[in-house]
């Protein structure tokens, strides 16, 4: 990846808790959430441990991406558990 790309920077934030957003279609929209497992040339991995499962995803479509301070993963993780929120919104 290219330094100051997105892939660079998405790939720099490996291991975080994200909330990655999708444009698809012209006007509709999905969010995953989970933890940035891998970053490709025009893919990312997103792996819901809640879930037991990898979500691959077209990086020419992502629009949004929250990070979650690592430092706070339980917390984070035990959120999303709790509002059954390791799955497609």
């Known amino acids: 990846a290219h330094t100051g790309s997105i892939q660079a920077m998405l790939g720099g934030n490996g291991g975080d808790c994200v909330v990655a ?6 006007q509709g929209t999905v969010s995953w959430e989970g ?5 490709g ?6 792996y819901q441990p809640g879930r037991e499962r990898y979500i691959v995803t077209d990086i ?3 629009k949004y991406i929250e ?3 690592t430092r ?9 558990k709790q509002n059954g929120r390791w799955h497609q919104r």
Do not use: S
């Open 41 to 46: 040339n025009d893919f990312i991995t997103i």
């Open 21 to 26: 957003t999708f444009l698809v279609g012209t």
């Open 60 to 62: 020419y479509a992502l």
């Open 67 to 69: 990070f979650y301070d």
């Open 72 to 80: 706070r993963r339980e917390q984070c993780e035990a959120m999303l």
């Open 35 to 39: 933890i940035l497992y891998d970053v």
